[in-house]
């Protein structure tokens, strides 16, 4: 699951589809936490997918896209309240700062997680990973900056936090093989993409949450979602009745 904003902020005047509110993000891990579902890292997902082995039937890795302040000030204390964890992937040289990357698209200026707001949530629980340095396309750049974005992306926030940075996030979800490759090399463990098909450590897929009901939560958390994407016939009755939007990954 991967999420970007929990704030109040009507999606129309944020000018982006990332947005959940309080109560509907509050709605969603109690339903989670009603019918069973613990959260697990992204280190024992991966654990399981290099070893072939199963993780409890009802397990679900929680991440957020970006390190907005509201996840700090609205999604953290309800991860507390319902035992969840989750990690955040951080942009490096954005920390304290703003979403300077979405000042092209209209969309006005909110703050980003603080340093020392990231380090009471380490404290308590939360991952952190990085998803660059200055949220740039990664397929759009060359090699130095590639190496900027990826590598010194790990080493700024080990600095920060004083800890391994394991996990990697695709700004936009943009990525290629040679990508992911760099990303290898880098020493991440892995890395999370969007909404693909085919996947391995280095593209982990992740379902986007926005302002889903429990029926469209349980529809996607339960696995009937990867299913029917996978299943020709059943992909062709469910787009007929609901056609699919692209993945608006931010």
């Known amino acids: 699951m991967t999420y970007h904003r929990v704030c109040d902020v009507p999606q129309e005047e944020d000018g982006l ?5 309080v109560r509907r993000f509050d709605q969603q891990m109690r339903f989670l936490k009603s019918i069973g579902y613990q959260s697990i890292s992204l280190d024992e997902a991966v654990d399981a997918l290099e070893k072939a082995t199963t993780i409890p039937r009802k397990s679900v890795v929680i991440t957020f896209d970006d390190g907005y302040k509201d996840t700090y000030l609205n999604a953290f204390p309800t991860l507390k309240n319902y035992a969840f964890t989750a990690t955040v ?20 200026r909110v703050p980003l997680l603080s340093l020392d707001e990231i380090c009471e949530m380490k404290e308590q629980g939360i991952s952190f990973g990085s998803h660059s340095a200055t949220h740039s396309t990664l397929t759009d750049l060359s090699g130095l900056e590639l190496e900027r974005e990826i590598y010194g ?8 936090l004083g800890t391994e940075i394991r996990f990697f996030s695709y700004p936009h ?3 290629n093989e040679f990508i992911q490759g760099l990303v290898r090399e880098a020493g991440y463990r892995g890395a999370c993409g969007g909404r693909v098909l085919a996947h391995n450590p280095y593209n982990l897929p992740r379902i986007e949450i926005g302002q889903d009901n429990w029926l469209h939560l349980w529809w996607k958390v339960s696995g009937w979602f990867y299913r029917v994407r996978r299943n020709r016939a059943l992909r062709g009755v469910k787009n007929r009745l609901a056609p699919t939007k692209p993945p608006t990954g931010a």
Do not use: H, M, Q
């Open 173 to 175: 979800y943009r990525t």
């Open 153 to 160: 992306s790990k080493l700024d926030l080990a600095k920060l």
């Open 17 to 21: 589809p990332l947005v959940v509110s």
């Open 89 to 108: 992937f951080l942009v490096s040289s954005l920390i304290g700062c703003s979403n300077e990357w979405d000042a092209e698209k209209g969309c006005r």
